[in-house]
């Protein structure tokens, strides 16, 4: 016995790499310090718009019921969840991993040759089997577990993140199309009014057939235009009730006039959004758990050390078990040393080592791309706010035109085609305006999520 332990403490210092734990990658950090490619509103010391919750960003009291509907039914996120459980399993069972193995082995035999009287007897017996964690097998395994489980749990937030962001942005496309709607139908009305007016003009000999024509075909672009609103409203509701775990339905909404938003944006720091991101997060935890994978591919080459006992009492007499004759008891101390399948544990560390780079790689990229996702959302929040200024100036000089045309036919020779055509640039210019809202909604929507902003701790 004393061989073996002085044998795997000289073993145990050659392999004590096998005990290291994970670290983050100094070439990643580098990597997330140049992410943010917009510094404007950046703070320093806070964690930006991330660090509010879903509640302080979303204030439409409609839109946090159907958030919180989604939370509660919605499939994927239920998946996330269960996923989280049986990781937590794992690693329970991990960590049982350090504790003996124990079993009682009840064995009795009866048997009789030709003439002989019968024979009884028993065994009654426990056994205990014990490996010894010197080379870090069974760490390294509770280690892993414990990365899978962060990892699933990561995987869990990152739906949710994805859930909260993607109901969100459904209820703000409706009431954008809500707007759109009441909008086109209101120019439906003047395009009423318009093949009225184009017909009066006509019998009284002030335009043309063609012109009539024209008027109508217009109009019934427009009506065309209203229904595909329509079709994409009850589209976005039933994408809506989906999200939800719901039967296809109406949705209750407000409208887009009533939503308020923050007027500047802060992202915080990278590496803020760095602990903070859950797909980011998630992926590292795939690069630890790769890590451990590794170093248990490396604890291969080592011995296994396994103390095992057994206690009990034995009668080949026939006696009782209240009056046993005899008491058994061994103990056993073995050490195996891989010897013929160290070409298998070399093809098995090779690969482990190749799943740890693939993952690192993935690691990187994906931080990468976080860092797209947050410049890009913030440009379309940038460009949006730009756009809506100047929608917002263009709607009231064509709404000024419209009107001034509209005097001008009235009380001069000015012709009717230019009123129309006055209606057709005012609605356009609306409904631009409004898809710059929208956009710079979207904006913030797309930038809370990118910053890793939406799940619950």
Not at 263 to 287: C, F, K, N, W, Y
Not at 330 to 352: D, H, M, T, W, Y
């Amino acid at each position: 016995m004393k061989n073996i332990i002085y044998l795997s403490l000289i073993l145990l210092l050659s392999g004590c790499s096998i005990y290291k734990k994970y670290e983050r990658p100094g070439s990643v950090e580098a990597v997330a310090d140049s992410l943010y490619r917009h510094t404007a509103d950046i703070g320093g010391d806070t964690a930006g718009i991330a660090a509010l919750q879903w509640k302080e960003l979303f204030t439409d009291p409609l839109l946090q019921k159907l958030i919180e509907k989604g939370m509660e039914s919605n499939t994927d996120l239920g998946i996330a969840r269960l996923r989280v459980d049986a990781a937590k399993a794992r690693l329970s069972t991990s960590r049982l991993s350090y504790l003996p193995s124990i079993s009682l082995t009840p064995q009795g035999t009866v048997s009789k040759i030709e003439s002989r009287s019968v024979t009884k007897s028993y065994e009654i017996a426990a056994s205990a089997n014990w490996e010894i964690d010197i080379f870090g097998k069974v760490t390294n395994a509770k280690w892993e577990a414990r990365a899978l489980y962060e990892q699933s749990e990561a995987y869990r937030r990152a739906v949710e993140t994805q859930l909260v962001a993607t109901i969100a942005n459904s209820y703000y496309t409706l009431l954008m199309l809500d707007r759109q709607k009441e909008i086109t139908e209101q120019t439906v009305k003047n395009w009423e009014e318009s093949v009225t007016a184009m017909n009066a003009l006509k019998k009284a000999g002030q335009t043309t057939e063609m012109a009539v024509a024209q008027t109508m075909a217009s109009k019934l672009s427009v009506e065309a235009s209203l229904l595909s609103i329509k079709q994409q409203i009850s589209q976005t509701e039933n994408s809506i009730c989906a999200l939800l775990g719901i039967p296809p339905q109406e949705i209750e909404r407000s409208s887009i006039e009533q939503q308020e938003f923050p007027d500047s944006l802060s992202t915080g720091v990278p590496m803020q959004m760095l602990s903070r991101r859950p797909d980011i997060h998630e992926s590292e935890a795939a690069l630890a758990a790769a890590f451990y994978a590794t170093n248990q591919a490396r604890s291969a080459f080592y011995p296994s050390i396994t103390l095992s006992g057994s206690a009990g009492w034995s009668n080949s007499a026939g006696g009782t078990i209240s009056n046993p004759a005899s008491f058994l008891a061994s103990a056993i101390g073995s050490l195996v040393q891989p010897l013929f399948n160290r070409g298998q544990n070399i093809a098995n560390l090779k690969i482990a080592k190749a799943e740890q780079e693939e993952a690192l790689l993935t690691f990187r990229q994906k931080l990468l791309d976080a860092g797209n996702e947050v410049n890009d959302a913030l440009s379309q929040w940038q460009t949006a706010s730009g756009r809506m200024e100047l929608s917002k100036a263009q709607v009231a000089a064509l709404k000024s035109a419209l009107q001034n045309s509209e005097l001008l036919m009235r009380y001069t020779s000015q012709n009717y085609l230019e009123v129309i055509t006055a209606r057709q640039s005012l609605l356009q210019a609306e409904l631009d305006l409004v898809s710059s809202r929208f956009d710079q909604i979207q904006g913030v929507i797309n930038l809370y999520h990118a910053l890793g902003g939406g799940y619950s701790e």
